[in-house]
């Protein structure tokens, strides 16, 4: 991977080429990746006759520019040997249908940073590209496929000038005005400009993936968190105010009508309980961790100084406890049958000892989460937790530890 | 290290098993027209708690800080999470066990008791604070820090060799 970084930098800094084809261009930034279904190539017009003269050629080619300059020493040596076993290999490149690519050598040298031994890589490589798609291949095409019009020529052409040490045994080839992209083992001419739009799309998100990391996943879900907390605050103070009303409407005058209420609320009484107790909890933890709850001394001292969202949190806590605590009226009322029918739960005259304080919990409930969701709305942007857990600093971690020592 | 991949997929599953198990606590009451219903959906509840707690664990085994042998110090960070999780188990499965056993007959009858109304507070309030910790736990094991060496932990471990 460090080579391969070297390379990058290297492309970045080469200064642009005034001959097409070669492969240098093509490294920059390929991550090595798992195999692709289609892997596009192109064929070159050369002969076989010549063969022999461009792969001293073409070796030499790759290391002029783009190779970093402490490596040179290093490959050196090892030229003669690759020049020999290139010679021994290429009735087997013969055999091949498509011969010598422009990409290849880009290939080589891609994996040069992670192969120990560079100088067997033309053997290993070359059946490896015939035999795998892969992914590989098909980023750097899009790269490859960028070159200049005027650059596409049919005609063979070899730079003697290029000469270089470090040797990649590669044919000579030129861009050609199509592509030859291999679909269900044939290869169909395809257009350039086609090929470029979706490789390079592959090509962002392959850049994206590295900058993602741990940290950021955690910071958007708990982002997300906080959104879904926003949207419960607000419905459960509407939703709390909405069932005071209508059991205030429901029972009447002075609470005279409490049977009335009953009757009509029973239906709504054990759902509105279930959906009390969600948005609650929902509210409830995002409001624990806007005030960063689990460290208990900046929670309390939060708490003391009167903080508005510390006070939220205790409030919404209240609300969840009272609220919880009639979950047996609740289901009663969810039961209610007349005193009239037989195993009533609700015997003649109880109705107001019973309703009486689950009506004035239901309102002190109503209030309290209004009261939380003002003050909530006070400071919507605090966010303690994010600042604490998130903060990339190594200093905050002094700090963090007394106040996990305090809390403890 | 911990792989982006990887950990987009624990904190998902994670995620899941909390919904699932704040939809339960929240709507099995209503969902109680055959006694097995509330069953099912209490035993999978019940699972699905104790998977958490399995993969909490693995992420703790997973980090730099517990590979280097300073358990002590991921046990007082998380401390709380661990304890709250354990209680909130514990209180699940005694409710679960309570509530089915009276219910068992006839789902639709009245049970309430004051202990139980009592362990039904406390129960509900504990899975409250048990999704805010588990959650917290779950989001702070993503920081790269855990997964590599650096001054802070280097400073735990002289603090722990004292």
């Given at each position: 991977m460090?080579?391969d970084?070297?390379?990058r930098?290297e492309n ?15 490294q920059?930034d390929?991550p090595?990746s ?18 022999e003269?461009?792969?001293?050629t073409a070796t030499r080619?790759p ?5 970093p300059p402490?490596k040179?020493?290093?490959e ?9 076993q290139k010679k021994t290999?290429?009735p087997?490149?013969?055999e091949t ?7 290849s ?5 891609n994996?040069?940073?992670?192969d120990?031994?560079p ?7 070359k059946p490896?590209?015939k035999?795998?798609k892969t992914?590989l ?13 005027e ?10 000038e290029?000469q ?10 030129q861009?050609?005005g ?19 739009k979706?490789t390079?799309?592959?090509?962002v998100s392959?850049d994206?993936?590295p900058?993602?990391?741990?940290r ?7 982002r ?5 907390g926003?949207?419960?605050h607000?419905?459960?103070?509407g ?11 429901l029972?009447?005058d002075?609470?005279?009508n ?8 029973k ?11 969600l948005l609650?909890?929902?509210s409830t ?5 806007r005030i ?5 001394s ?27 605590s009639q ?18 739960l ?10 009486q304080?689950?009506i004035?919990?239901?309102l002190?409930v109503?209030l ?22 998130f ?8 700090d ?7 809390s403890? | ?6 950990y987009s997929l624990?904190?998902?599953l ?7 198990d ?7 009451e ?5 006694p097995?219903?509330?069953l ?8 699905a708690?104790?998977f ?11 980090t730099?800080?517990f590979?280097a042998g300073?358990?002590?110090?991921l046990f ?20 679960h ?12 009858r009245f049970v ?16 409250v ?12 094991l993503?920081?790269p ?5 650096s ?5 735990e ?6």
């Amino acid at each position: 991977m460090r080579a391969d970084s070297g390379l990058r930098l290297e492309n970045h800094l080469r200064p642009p080429r005034a001959l097409p084809p070669v492969p240098s261009a093509i490294q920059d930034d390929t991550p090595l990746s798992h195999p692709k279904k289609k892997k596009p190539r192109t064929k070159t017009t050369l002969g076989s006759a010549s063969l022999e003269g461009f792969v001293q050629t073409a070796t030499r080619r790759p290391s002029e520019g783009s190779e970093p300059p402490n490596k040179e020493p290093v490959e050196h040596p090892e030229a003669p040997v690759q020049r020999r076993q290139k010679k021994t290999k290429l009735p087997l490149e013969l055999e091949t249908a498509f011969t010598q690519k422009t990409s290849s050598p880009s290939v080589l040298r891609n994996e040069n940073g992670i192969d120990v031994e560079p100088a067997e890589e033309p053997v290993i490589q070359k059946p490896r590209r015939k035999t795998k798609k892969t992914q590989l291949a098909e980023l750097q095409y899009a790269n490859e496929l960028g070159v200049e019009d005027e650059d596409i020529i049919t005609d063979e052409q070899s730079n003697p000038e290029q000469q270089s040490v470090f040797t990649v045994p590669t044919g000579v080839s030129q861009p050609v005005g199509k592509v030859f992209v291999e679909k269900s083992r044939r290869f169909h001419a395809t257009d350039r400009a086609e090929l470029i739009k979706t490789t390079e799309n592959i090509d962002v998100s392959m850049d994206m993936t590295p900058s993602w990391t741990t940290r950021d996943v955690a910071l958007s879900v708990h982002r997300a968190f906080r959104m879904v907390g926003l949207f419960s605050h607000g419905f459960l103070a509407g939703c709390a105010v909405w069932n005071i009303v209508v059991i205030y409407v429901l029972a009447g005058d002075q609470l005279s009508n409490l049977s009335n209420l009953l009757q009509q609320y029973k239906t709504l009484a054990y759902p509105f309980q279930s959906l009390l107790y969600l948005l609650l909890a929902l509210s409830t933890i995002s409001a624990f961790d806007r005030i960063d709850f689990a460290k208990t001394s900046v929670a309390i001292r939060n708490f003391l100084a009167l903080d508005p969202t510390a006070l939220a949190s205790f409030l919404y806590f209240t609300a969840l406890i009272l609220s919880l605590s009639q979950q047996m009226t609740s289901d009663r009322i969810h039961l209610y049958t007349p005193s009239s029918v037989n195993g009533s739960l609700w015997a003649a005259g109880i109705e107001e000892q019973v309703l009486q304080p689950w009506i004035v919990v239901n309102l002190v409930v109503a209030l309290l989460v209004g009261l939380s969701w003002l003050f909530l709305s006070y400071r919507p942007d605090m966010d303690l937790s994010e600042e604490l857990m998130f903060s990339s600093d190594v200093e905050e971690y002094p700090d963090k530890d007394k106040g996990i020592k305090a809390s403890s | 290290m911990l792989q982006t991949s990887n950990y987009s997929l624990v904190l998902s599953l994670q995620f899941l098993l909390l919904s699932y198990d704040l939809f339960v606590n929240s709507f099995s009451e209503l969902l109680r027209m055959a006694p097995v219903i509330q069953l099912v959906l209490f035993i999978i509840q019940d699972i699905a708690v104790l998977f958490n707690i399995i993969i909490i664990f693995l992420m703790f085994f997973n980090t730099f800080v517990f590979q280097a042998g300073l358990v002590n110090v991921l046990f007082r960070k998380f401390k709380g999470t661990i304890i709250l999780t354990a209680t909130y188990f514990a209180l699940s499965i005694s409710l679960h066990v309570w509530v089915m056993n009276l219910r068992w007959k006839d789902s639709n009858r009245f049970v309430w008791t004051d202990g139980l109304q009592t362990l039904f507070v406390f129960q509900r309030l504990a899975a409250v604070l048990y999704y805010y910790l588990y959650k917290r736990t779950a989001v702070r094991l993503g920081d790269p820090r855990f997964y590599q060496d650096s001054l802070w932990l280097r400073k735990e471990f002289m603090q722990v060799r004292r």
